[in-house]
């Protein structure tokens, strides 16, 4: 654990302070500037979601490895990426028709509670995720598909606990309510 000497009121006390209190401090900074009327979120996901894909690649091409033959995972990984495309233009299309922006740094203006939103309160990062694995798939980057339970948790607390946290606070019962009749992600 990290200790920092503070002064409160010449003490010289110290004070336990780990990482996390760290990040937290830095990340408040860079968020002081962020208007209120919007999620909160540590990067866009597009970002995550390549970032992690990158990293995968690059362990697949320092450690290779080949565990279907390329037939099969580009086969297998094409039906799902397709799928995920499908997904990401449906979800995208509903949030159009509710006339709110898809931008996670702009204010929502709607509660989208139709389409895919009826199945799940985010189909278009089970979109990116299908998007994603079937690509991974396709490339036969094992490393890549073996982050896939890294790059769910960075966006459940990165992304999606930050923006349900911002919605409740927007939308209130409204979405407590959409929120006890649509699960997070499937």
């Not at 200790?3 to 006390?13: A, P």
């Not at 094409?78 to 159009?96: E, F």
């Not at 006890?180 to 499937?186: G, N, T, Y």
């Amino acid at each position: 654990m990290l200790l920092r000497r503070t002064e409160e009121e010449g003490s010289g006390r110290r004070h336990d302070r780990s990482p996390k209190w760290y990040v937290n401090q830095w990340l408040g900074k860079c968020m002081q500037d962020v208007p209120a009327d919007r999620a909160r979120i540590v990067a866009p996901p597009p970002v995550i979601y390549l970032g992690i894909l990158g990293l995968g690649l690059l362990l697949e091409w320092l450690w290779p490895t080949r565990l279907l033959s390329w037939s099969l995972a580009v086969g297998v990984g094409l039906v799902i990426l397709v799928c995920g495309v499908i997904g990401l233009a449906a979800a995208i299309r509903t949030i159009w028709r509710a006339q709110t922006p898809i931008d996670p740094y702009k204010a929502t203006t709607a509660l989208v509670t139709d389409g895919l939103f009826r199945f799940s309160r985010n189909p278009i990062y089970v979109s990116d995720t299908l998007i994603y694995v079937g690509l991974s798939l396709a490339l036969n980057a094992w490393w890549a598909l073996a982050l896939t339970p890294v790059l769910v948790w960075m966006m459940q607390i990165g992304v999606i606990a930050r923006e349900e946290e911002y919605l409740e606070r927007k939308f209130g019962d409204d979405y407590f309510r959409y929120k006890r009749q649509v699960r997070r992600w499937l």
